[in-house]
């Protein structure tokens, strides 16, 4: 069993990874500041899953994946080509952001359907859930952000095609 469990949380670490590096070329790739900073945040909480799972492979006797997985290569390959081709648009790095979470989710949630034991189990469900420090997101949790960063995206969009308007809603307390 020890061995399938160091199997299954090596994929989750491949997972990981790939979305580290996923976030941090949508980082390079967006032009709107608030995205890369909420790409490097998503990127770093990648980092931080990755080596939790690493530390329990490592725990059960295993040897740790330390890269991501060759699909999520081929995945960030077509992604900097499209890319290239929309001019780096930020619509288009969302979508994609969005296109390699739900593969992930999909990743552990195939991890859940396995037999893991009690411990195990516990952290790649905390992850899945989005809840992999005490306040720090997980990636794997990409569907309760969706919204603010849809709204991040018009709200961008917005500005770029109106740029001469202004916010005129009195501020409380003048």
Known sequence: MSTNVVLVLNDLVET????????L?????TRDPSLKLLFQSRAEACSAGARELQELVQRLGGKPETGG?????LHRGYVDVKSTVTGHS???????????EDVAKKNYRQALDKDLPADVRAV??????GRAGKSRPHP???RPIRRRQIVMLEA???QRKR???VNCTPKVGR
């Open 69 to 73: 997985s060759m699909a999520g290569a």
């Open 16 to 23: 990981s990874k790939d979305g580290e590096k996923g976030f």
């Open 163 to 165: 740029p001469f308007e």
């Open 25 to 29: 070329k949508a980082a390079e790739d």
């Open 90 to 100: 930020d619509h288009a790095v969302l979508a994609e952001c969005e296109r390699g």
């Open 124 to 129: 790649v469900e905390r992850q899945y859930s």
């Open 140 to 142: 794997r949790s990409a």
């Open 156 to 158: 961008v969009t917005l």
